[in-house]
């Protein structure tokens, strides 16, 4: 079975511009520019995968336009970030005015009006403007990026039951900004701001349920929160839930609801969401099995940039299921993947060089991508390696290196079949070696630990 990709989450949505396309942003959310990954632990219907966290230490947002107040956007109208300004009556005083002149002013980035107005208010009690002075503290918008100050801000708003704030806070407790890290305390107030349906408040504490941080873990009060938002129509949200009814965690197995929230978030464009209905469709899962379906989920996916759904789409031209059958399309998008860290993506381009398999065979290049893969515990990848050892191919002959990833290929590997080869590869293997040189490549393997190598350089085309 092809295992299912987690959208998982270590830092709230909005941090990453492509996740808040269709979701309305608070006051006081942080938007960067897209990232390369939603800490996405690739895998469905068992391919493992990778994980990617996002930069804990990213805090630039996006500020051609200021965000709204979470209360001036609908949950039908997500991108409106223009226009959804208060009017003021005609003959409104222009004092009575100042949160819309803030307003305003913010998103003009004229910070130096916005910044004297909202601390104006704020020395009034105004929450709002005392979340917006942790906005601008956090960063450096007006004022000298002060993550300490930051907090402050946050901390008096949120203590006066501002949601915005409460979600900005325990986003600081979260990550150690400002604040000493606390995963206690960033639930709590992810919790305070989740009952007043702060939607990423809600995201942010199933997501810790789920992983059993800040709180014990449980599956049920995360399936509760993620239900929540993934009914909201947030497609991160959906993609989480669909994951767990896919898996049977805090909720029954039901492949049939997985399908159908993988595809709500997928019609949205998400592509993990995309790829994992892809992988839904190969297995049959939930849906009649269909090939041709999967690869069109997966090319989606896949052009996206998803190098899980890179790999999965290289597999069904390898094949020939879906899709006609091309080596060097196969080729082409394992190395997209493989050039982003995907472990078996970087096998499979490997083995293509050594075998010759839609490509020119290059031995050089294959022992650069078995290396790469071998060492970050790719069983196949360790037994291909050994037996380029053993044979010479494209290095020197070396029956101690051979013994040694055949014993971790042994060792490693999940299906049976690769276990049994390794081992008898090894016997072969054990008996042109001393007793000194076997127990050296015993040693070699109890010392041997996987590699965090996956971002090396690529061979050269």
Not at 148 to 164: C, F, L, N, Q, T
Request: charged share 25%; hydrophobic share 40%.
């Amino acid at each position: 079975m092809l295992p299912l990709t987690k959208a998982f989450m270590r830092l709230p949505a909005w941090r990453q511009a492509a996740e808040t396309r269709d979701l309305p942003v608070p006051a006081g959310s942080r938007r960067v520019p897209q990232l390369t990954a939603v800490l996405c632990l690739v895998s469905i219907v068992g391919v493992s995968a990778g994980v990617t966290e996002v930069n804990a230490a990213a805090r630039h947002r996006e500020t051609s336009v200021a965000p709204p107040l979470a209360s001036d956007l609908g949950p039908d109208r997500p991108n409106a970030l223009a226009g959804l300004m208060p009017v003021a009556a005609p003959l409104q005083l222009a004092q009575a005015d100042i949160p819309g002149n803030a307003r305003r002013a913010y998103r003009r980035r004229d910070y130096k009006t916005a910044l004297k107005l909202w601390t104006l208010l704020a020395k009034k009690g105004n929450p709002e403007a005392q979340d917006m002075l942790g906005v601008m503290h956090e960063n450096g918008e007006g004022v000298p990026l002060d993550l300490v100050k930051a907090a402050e801000w946050y901390r008096v708003a949120a203590k006066g039951g501002y949601s915005d704030a409460q979600l900005n806070l325990g986003v600081l407790y979260e990550n150690g900004e400002g604040v000493k890290k606390d995963l206690h305390q960033a639930a709590e107030w992810y919790r305070k701001a989740a009952e007043q349906d702060e939607l990423l408040a809600q995201f942010s504490l199933g997501i810790m349920y789920r992983q059993g941080r800040g709180v014990p873990r449980d599956d049920k009060q995360a399936a509760h929160w993620l239900t929540k938002v993934a009914q909201r129509g947030y497609a991160v949200g959906q993609v989480n839930l669909a994951f767990m009814y896919a898996e049977g965690y805090g909720v029954p197995r039901d492949d049939a609801k997985a399908v159908e929230w993988f595809r709500k978030a997928a019609e949205k464009g998400h592509p993990v969401a995309q790829n994992n209905l892809g992988l839904m469709y190969r297995a049959g899962r939930g849906v009649t099995q269909n090939l041709v379906e999967a690869a069109q989920w997966h090319e989606s996916a896949a052009k996206q940039g998803l190098a899980n759904a890179q790999y999965h789409l290289g597999t069904l031209y390898e094949s020939g299921r879906g899709v006609a059958q091309s080596y060097l399309t196969a080729a082409k998008w394992y190395r997209q993947a493989a050039r982003q860290g995907e472990l078996p993506a970087q096998f499979k381009l490997g083995d293509m060089y050594r075998t010759g398999r839609g490509l020119r065979a290059n031995l050089n290049k294959a022992v650069h991508l078995m290396r790469l893969a071998a060492e970050r515990g790719h069983a196949e990848a360790q037994y291909s390696y050994a037996e380029m050892f053993a044979e010479g191919q494209g290095l020197d002959r070396d029956d101690v290196q051979a013994y040694k990833w055949l014993t971790l290929a042994a060792k490693r590997a999940s299906e049976k079949p690769i276990r049994d080869a390794a081992n008898r590869a090894r016997d072969q293997v054990a008996a042109r070696l001393s007793a000194e040189q076997r127990q050296d490549a015993e040693r070699r393997a109890r010392i041997w630990r996987p590699q965090n190598n996956h971002l090396l350089a690529m061979p050269s085309e």
